[in-house]
């Protein structure tokens, strides 16, 4: 077994990454119903004024109010493709010492801590688009049982990224996910994002750039983020008079 990863470092490297995809997601479906044929591998968004078909997406699991069940693991059996990326993903859980990928069955309370299934469907489904490189999900209920899909489509796929939108991943992000290391899951949504980044005086700062946007993440004692500086990179723009003066002076 290679050296073992903690689910932790997964969901900080997915964390706000995935939260943009689900925010995006959700502002494509608006209000919408689903349903899903396993056996045909059709899986449908309708709309008020459109319907989504993804024929490409893969089954991770299903929560409900006890327990969470890998779709490799399930009794009524799926097709090998439709379960390709959970079986890539406890091989990864085996690989890695990542006892959450690699159990069939786990229970959803964890000593005190009783959270909802979809809380737990999204955090695992996090963790396995770290390891597929699949980042669209959708966690959807039916009979009381959440089922998590990550969902290929091209109306689900990230516009580049702007200022406007880093900013509300980052000030929604870094309070309402359970992230455990602030500057690791910043750089590695950033740096997925494509943009270039940097850290500064010994870790305080996280610089980033790229895309016409630019910025700094400042982090406190803790290593917590204290501050985010998200900014619009302008070309600079040849006034009229300047242009007229380089005509004179080329006379």
């Not at 999204?122 to 999900?137: E, M, P, R, T």
């Not at 943009?195 to 005086?201: R, S």
């Amino acid at each position: 077994m290679s050296e073992p990863v903690p689910l932790t470092r997964l969901l900080d490297d997915a964390g706000l990454l995935s939260l943009e995809h689900r925010l995006h997601v959700e502002e494509v479906l608006g209000p919408h119903r689903w349903q899903a044929d396993m056996e045909e591998r059709r899986l449908e968004f309708i709309g008020e004024d459109q319907t989504f078909v993804c024929t490409d997406f893969h089954l991770l699991g299903t929560a409900d109010a006890d327990t969470w069940l890998w779709a490799w693991a399930n009794p009524w059996g799926f097709a090998p493709p439709l379960i390709r990326v959970a079986r890539m993903v406890r091989e990864f859980g085996f690989r890695y010492g990542v006892a959450e990928l690699c159990a069939a069955e786990m229970p959803i309370a964890l000593g005190r801590a009783t959270p909802e299934p979809h809380q737990v469907a999204g955090l695992l489904a996090d963790a396995a688009k770290v390891i597929s490189g699949h980042w669209s999900s959708y966690c959807g209920v039916t009979d009381g049982t959440c089922v998590a899909f990550l969902v290929e489509h091209p109306a689900f796929v990230l516009p580049p990224p702007s200022a406007a939108v880093l900013a509300r991943v980052l000030a929604h992000g870094i309070g309402a996910l359970p992230l455990a290391e602030h500057r690791r899951a910043t750089q590695s949504y950033l740096s997925r994002r494509g943009l270039a980044t940097g850290f500064l005086e010994d870790y305080r700062l996280l610089e980033f750039s790229g895309s016409g946007v630019a910025g700094t993440i400042e982090f406190d004692d803790e290593g917590l983020v204290a501050n985010v500086d998200v900014g619009v990179v302008m070309d600079r723009i040849e006034l009229p008079s300047e242009t007229k003066a380089q005509s004179a002076n080329s006379l």
